[in-house]
């Protein structure tokens, strides 16, 4: 199946770095607690940063790495299920901010820890018929902002950030991708609008096994797809939600040590913005380059899944 081509990524994180040290001063856990469940030590929180400051830093970043003007772009998305208006959108306020031609089609969709996979998807289907050759896709999260920092079941768990890339349409380029959706509004649900209500509510349990059920169906169907084992990939990046849904996936699919790229120690789930904040880390890191075969793979609230298998 065609693809779309990522030429460049970036990211942005608010300054304030909060540890679980700093959250177990307000709320009965402990480091050791968190760490040993989920992998995270600390996440970046907002303090003064709007979500618009975060995807804006995040778009410029990934623009100038491209080579490109704000103008170039015919399709913005931001993926978002933590928008700073319902209306107006954040796409379009990329596009006032960042000075987008008016007939760049703006809009943000909500998959929740999918988004930025969504987001892919419909930008390559929307580049076939676009004014002009580039998207720009954001996956930005201001989750602090609709967390309630007395619940230590949810408060621990989660990051904001905003991660970015701009894609172009690529006729030679090819990709497998697996998208899913299961209404459930009772394994994780964030209850809204209305500050006073506005708080993600989870059942752990119910999230980790439905996690670890659709990462090693998506990773198999898109493996079976390429024609191609776990260890032949270069390297996997899965929505950063859990050190321990991750290990427990790497371990049942028998894959190499570190084939599995994790990042959450220090961010936190920053639910759409995960994944391309991983990448942005890993092409900066030199550990993504081209030709590379990746496969991406994210899950979260809706229930959604989604996951691409792609040559970089
Ligand atoms: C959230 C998660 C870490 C909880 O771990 P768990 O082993 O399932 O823990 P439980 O929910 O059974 O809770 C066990 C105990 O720890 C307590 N606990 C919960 N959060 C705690 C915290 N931050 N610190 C200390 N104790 C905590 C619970 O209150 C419970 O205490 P109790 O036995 O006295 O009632 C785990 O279920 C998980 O990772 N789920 C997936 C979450 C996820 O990734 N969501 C996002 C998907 S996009």
């Known amino acids: ?43 970046h929180f907002c303090e003064k940063e709007s979500g618009l400051d975060l995807a804006m830093g995040a778009a410029q970043q990934a623009l100038d790495r ?10 913005c998305l931001v993926a978002t299920f933590t928008p700073d208006y319902a209306s107006p959108s954040m796409a379009c306020l990329l596009q006032k901010h960042l000075g987008m031609l008016e007939d760049t089609l703006c809009f943000d969709l909500n998959a929740a820890c999918a988004g930025f996979l969504y987001g892919m998807k419909t930008a390559h289907a929307l580049l076939r018929d676009s004014v002009r050759p580039y998207a720009l896709l954001v996956g930005c999260e201001v989750i602090s902002r609709v967390l309630d920092m007395t619940d230590r079941n949810t408060c621990v ?10 894609l172009c349409r690529d006729e030679d380029a090819q990709w497998h991708t697996v998208f899913g959706s299961r209404g459930d509004p009772e394994s994780i649900w964030v209850q809204g609008p209305g500050p006073d209500k506005a708080a993600v509510h989870m059942e752990g349990k119910a999230v980790f096994r439905f996690a670890v059920e659709v990462v090693e169906k998506s990773i198999r169907q898109l493996l079976e797809a390429e024609g191609c084992g776990i260890n032949d990939l270069d390297l996997v990046v899965c929505h950063q939600a859990n050190a321990r849904i991750i290990d427990h996936v790497a371990k049942k699919l028998k894959a190499r040590e570190g084939l599995f790229y994790k990042n959450m120690d220090r961010y936190g789930n920053t639910s759409a913005a995960s994944i391309p904040m991983a990448l942005d880390e890993l092409v900066l890191a030199g550990e993504l380059k081209p030709g590379m075969r990746v496969l991406i793979v994210g899950f979260g609230g809706g229930l959604t899944w989604a996951g691409a298998l792609l040559k970089w």
């Open 1 to 43: 199946m065609s693809a779309p081509k990522i030429l460049s990524t970036g990211r942005c994180l608010p300054a304030r770095v909060v540890t679980n040290e700093e959250l177990s001063k307000t709320v009965e856990t402990s480091d050791e607690w968190v760490y040993s469940r989920t992998g995270i030590h600390a996440r």
């Open 66 to 75: 491209a080579g490109l003007k704000p103008e170039d772009i015919g399709v």
């Open 157 to 166: 768990l989660f990051g904001d950030g905003a991660g970015a890339a701009v």
